[in-house]
């Protein structure tokens, strides 16, 4: 097939089995794909096509019974946040600080892939410090969206959603503590899973904020599913890793009479137009699946959200940017300033606030919880930002009015807060822009089965990236 590249994860390993197809084959199509099209995304600054090509060849011989039997992820091409360690390659944070470092360990996620048999032909890009929704730096130049070049993949995952919906990786992996997988997946047109804090391990000392996940990017539900199961399950250097594993089925029955709530803007968030005509489009294929939609309130005001927000990033997360910021202010990128400088407002006497918040937001949308098995919104206030632009000096459109910073298009961000409760982001059609949009689906706390089931019944109905007419013209 010409689209080779675009072969989903499952089928790639149902063919292999059968000796339909080769990894090398598959690993050099990639390659090529890459090739093709880094020079207008660039998705994938560090690439070991090479080692790649010797790991295909090696996975060839295991399905030819000439080695030992193949694994889980045998002889797939899988494309690693940058920002993730792996021992010997770079670690640069996206950063011009970093530019020469290199990883003295491999993080559990990535042990976990490479055991399983993945291929870590590439790492994706990030922006620096991962602290933004978008995917440009310094370090790496600007990230864009394959669908429209003109505005950006999104981020912090935004490599690896990029070659996702390029064609130069078969699978990938993200973080988010922001959103920093739903935004990407939601710009770029793919599924990504923000599983629920504790199912995959994370690294100290971000293993005990609870607002931080590691999680899948895939072109489709069972891809995501497929690299969940492998990275999911309790390990013995993070304590707040959760026991038993959990794994997706492979089978996703269908929804016929749940009771799924919808909220168009999550207490008031300012939402594009093609966002939620694509929304409520999406409803529609979920009642005709079988579920019963309704529209409902949470109670919600937004902006105790996003103050919530400014208090965790400000205490937690920034002082982190921040330390390097004084240090190193003429190196680094406008919004990384930015986000550290941000953080001198927030006091400790705030951190008991800001708990105090999500609280009370959480508590209102268990209570919709209680009476619906999933809540379905928007994922993003817009369908995609503009590539390279900070948004410092400025902010976002959102129906052609300027709003009041770049946090108030976050409709991610409430179920960081509320992190225990599993999202997944499915494409939800396109913006008059030719990028996409995405629909979350939110589950119960730790009801992941849950939210896979209603990804994988909307994708029976609403398939994606499955044909040339439903891909990006790159």
């Known amino acids: 097939m010409d689209d080779l590249h675009y072969l989903p994860a499952v089928e790639a390993l149902a063919r292999f089995r059968e000796r339909t197809l080769s990894p ?18 660039n998705a994938l600054p560090v690439r070991f096509f090479d080692e790649l090509l010797a790991g295909a060849r090696a996975a060839e011989r295991r399905y030819a019974g000439s080695g030992a039997r193949p694994r889980a992820l045998e002889g797939l091409p899988i ?17 011009l600080l970093y530019r020469d470092a290199v990883a003295d360990h491999t993080a559990v996620v990535v042990e976990r892939i490479l055991r399983a048999g993945g291929l870590v032909h590439a790492r994706s890009a990030a922006p620096e410090f991962s602290c933004a929704p978008f995917t ?14 003109g505005y950006s993949a999104g981020g912090s995952s935004g490599g690896s959603a990029a070659a996702l919906a390029a064609g130069s990786a078969t699978l990938a992996t993200g973080s988010d503590i922001g959103g920093s997988i739903r935004i990407p997946a939601s710009f770029c047109g793919i599924v990504g899973f923000k599983p629920p804090y504790g199912r995959v ?11 931080c996940h590691e999680g899948p990017l895939a072109r489709t539900v069972a891809d995501c599913a497929l690299l969940q199961n492998v990275i999911a399950g ?18 996703l029955r269908g929804i016929e009479g749940w009771r799924v709530a919808y909220s168009p803007d999550l207490g008031g968030f300012p939402v594009d137009e093609d966002v939620a005509r694509n929304a409520l489009e999406a409803v529609a294929v979920l009642r005709d699946a ?29 002082p982190v940017v921040a330390e390097a910021v004084r240090e190193h202010r003429d190196e680094m990128t406008a919004y990384a300033i930015a986000f550290a400088d941000a953080s001198r407002a927030v006091a400790k006497e705030d951190i008991v606030r800001g708990l105090e ?33 900070d948004y410092v000096e400025r902010n976002p459109l959102v129906n052609g009015v300027e709003v009041a910073s770049l946090y108030d298009t976050l409709m991610t961000v409430p179920f960081n807060l ?50 040339p007419e439903r891909r990006p013209r790159l």
């Open 24 to 41: 090398v084959e598959l690993a050099r199509a990639v390659i090529a794909r890459a090739e093709a099209t880094e020079p207008t995304v």
């Open 79 to 95: 494309a690693v946040k940058e920002e993730t360690a792996v021992a010997g390659q770079p670690w640069t944070q996206g950063s």
């Open 136 to 149: 440009h730096s310094r370090l790496w130049g600007v990230t864009r969206n394959p669908w429209n070049p």
């Open 201 to 211: 391990p994370e690294e100290p000392p971000f293993n005990l904020d609870h607002w």
């Open 234 to 251: 309790p390990h013995a250097s993070d304590v707040a890793s959760l026991r038993p594993k959990l794994r997706i089925p492979a089978e």
């Open 290 to 318: 079988g579920a019963h939609v309704e529209e409902v309130e949470l109670g919600w005001d937004y902006r105790e959200i996003l103050e919530a927000a400014r208090i965790h990033f400000g205490s937690i997360f920034a």
């Open 357 to 389: 918040l999500e609280g009370r937001v959480y508590e209102r949308l268990g209570r919709v919880l209680e009476r619906h098995r999933l809540l379905v919104c928007p994922t993003y206030s817009v369908p995609a930002l503009v590539a390279g632009e």
């Open 418 to 467: 509320c992190s225990r409760c599993p999202v997944i982001t499915v494409p939800s059609g396109l913006a008059r822009t030719g990028v996409p949009t995405g629909l979350s689906i939110v589950g119960r706390t730790y009801d992941d089965v849950s939210v896979f089931r209603a990804a994988a019944a909307f994708e029976r109905a609403r398939p994606w990236l499955d044909a």
